[in-house]
């Protein structure tokens, strides 16, 4: 009698999550809302990229680059350190930039997960069910990363458009 009563509530609770999807249909707000929080985080993402690639181009111990390329290749050996003749100033720069670089993942999943929970940007039950939809749905996805392409090339549209600032001469 419990396998029958567990059956019958096992089918139950499936009607009424299928109905609770019926209800749940992503809406084009809702994919809008997304695809904000996907092009938002993505230009955060080029802005910490951006960081990271001027702490060591515009670093003189690094000299443009070439220097902590040479660093890199040889770090974690002590006899390429050695060979390489890296000093304790290069060690620290190389450090401080490998400390950056493992602080990116850590603060770029927290902007986004701020991103997703805040529900005036996006909310975690539409960015589910906005997430389970592109899964189900080849079309939802399609629409959804045309919707993506369309904001980056209007940001870039925009970004040509705006003149660089002078100074002055």
Sequence with gaps: MKKVLLFGAL??????????QDEEKVTDE???KYANVEVTFD????????ELKAMILENEIFQGGGRYNEIKAA???EAKMTEAKVTEEEKAAFEEVKEFQ???????????TGLIMDDEILGAGTYNKVLAA??????????LDSMIAE??????AEKEDT?????GN
Excluded: C, H, I, R
């Excluded at 230009?43 to 951006?50: A, F, I, M």
């Excluded at 990116?104 to 902007?111: A, H, I, N, R, T």
């Excluded at 003149?163 to 100074?167: G, H, S, V, Y």
């Design 11 to 20: 089918f139950a609770f499936l009607g009424l999550a299928a109905y609770a």
């Design 30 to 32: 809702d994919l809008t």
């Design 43 to 50: 230009n955060y993402v080029n802005t910490k990229t951006e």
């Design 75 to 77: 770090w974690g050996d």
């Design 102 to 112: 493992g602080s990116l993942q850590g603060v770029l999943k927290e902007y986004k």
């Design 134 to 143: 592109t899964k189900e749905d080849p079309a939802v996805k399609e629409k």
């Design 151 to 156: 904001m980056k090339a209007k940001q870039e």
């Design 163 to 167: 003149p660089e600032p002078t100074d």
